[in-house]
């Protein structure tokens, strides 16, 4: 039969190896201090425009036809205010970036971070 510091020290070494297990299995989605999502969904096609041009925005454009984020808001593809809790989304498009060097350009934008 058991002692009291064998029972001791079986329990101490049992829930140790439990803390790490539980600690090393919570960190294996942690990167830089962001929680990745590890799931894999599958990719819907667009329901927008599949031959698309790339898509510049320039939030501190003005003007007649300025592409800021006051024209992108208006457009069936993206969604949001812009604000932090309902932040601005590109979504359901597919875009033709041949002989361009980028899809979508974001210039003069900013986030906060809290």
């Known amino acids: 039969m058991y002692n009291k510091k064998q029972i001791k020290v079986l329990l101490s070494l049992t829930l140790l190896f439990l803390t790490v297990n539980l600690i090393t299995g919570s960190l294996n989605n942690i ?8 799931r894999i969904d599958t990719p819907q096609l ?3 425009n599949n031959s698309m041009n790339p898509i510049y925005i320039d939030a501190s454009a003005t003007g007649v036809g300025a592409q800021n984020w006051t024209w992108a808001s208006s457009k069936p593809w993206c969604d949001g205010d812009g604000s932090w809790s309902n932040p601005y989304i590109l979504e359901n498009m597919s875009i033709n970036a041949a002989g361009s060097d980028v899809g979508i350009l974001i210039k ?3 986030y906060i971070l809290l």
């Not at 990167?31 to 590890?38: H, Y």
């Open 108 to 110: 003069n934008s900013q």
């Open 31 to 38: 990167s830089d201090g962001i929680v990745e999502d590890t």
């Open 46 to 48: 667009s329901w927008f």
